[in-house]
């Protein structure tokens, strides 16, 4: 398995509260992705980067802001979670520009009450 | 408007025979596609990947094809198996979000059930 960790596994947040989701990799990928997985929406992009404090948004970007200080950690926050964004939050890297396969984490299943 | 689309949200399969699944795209620009296998509670998975250059691409029990002309490809998987059924999601690269990240843009994924 390709050496990727996401933080929290789950996590149950309240309205309103910010939230920080934090990715590690040890593969020394440049790129790295967030996805979010939805019923009847598939996996999303959210936001990515293609190197260390370089990122750009994604399709649903909205709500999120993501940094990425060292190669190995992007982090991914919600400035004030809403209850639309209760889903699972997918990481992925990549060492190209993804025409080879990307490799994702096991998942972070947020919940926003 | 989706870019990637997965028609058959289900499929099941008797185990033995052959499983298709099938992947529309309408962003021309795409030139790298990719299927990934994901089972519940874990992340999604690398399975084969094809690029537009080529209209047929092998590894093991499983092929993907591509009609470039038709904008489809499809997944072939033979024979199928129990441990097969997952959910099964076509990605391709380029176009609107791509540029020169050539970020994946996903299917919605088509679930799939091998019967034994």
């Known amino acids: 398995d390709a050496g990727i960790t996401q933080s929290p596994r789950h996590k149950v947040t309240e309205t309103g509260t910010p939230v920080t989701l934090r990715c590690h990799q040890t593969e020394n990928h440049r790129y790295m992705y967030w996805y979010r997985q939805d019923p009847g929406h598939g996996l999303r992009l959210i936001h990515y980067?293609?190197?260390?404090?370089?990122?750009d948004k994604g399709e649903v970007s909205d709500g999120y802001s993501v940094s990425r200080s060292k190669t190995e950690d992007f982090l991914l926050t919600l400035e004030s979670a809403t209850s639309s964004q209760t889903s699972v939050y997918f990481c992925?890297?990549?060492?190209?520009?993804?025409?080879?396969?990307?490799?994702f984490g096991q998942g972070t299943r947020l919940t926003v009450v | 408007d989706q870019q990637v689309k997965q028609n058959s949200p289900s499929l099941s399969v008797q185990e033995g025979r052959i499983s298709i699944l099938n992947c529309d795209y309408t962003n021309s620009m795409f030139d790298y596609f990719l299927w990934y296998k994901k089972y519940p509670a874990e992340g999604p998975t690398f399975l084969i990947s094809i690029s537009s250059i080529k209209d047929k691409n092998e590894d093991g029990r499983f092929t993907v094809f591509l009609n470039k002309s038709a904008k489809h490809l499809s997944l072939h998987i033979v024979p199928s198996q129990p441990g097969d059924s997952a959910v099964y999601f076509c990605?391709?690269?380029?176009?609107?979000?791509?540029?020169?990240?050539?970020?994946?843009?996903f299917g919605k994924g088509t679930k799939l059930s091998v019967k034994p």
């Open positions: 990605a391709a690269s380029g176009g609107r979000y791509g540029g020169s990240q050539g970020n994946l843009i």
């Open positions: 980067s293609y190197g260390v404090k370089d990122t």
């Open positions: 992925a890297i990549s060492d190209l520009i993804m025409n080879t396969e990307a490799f």
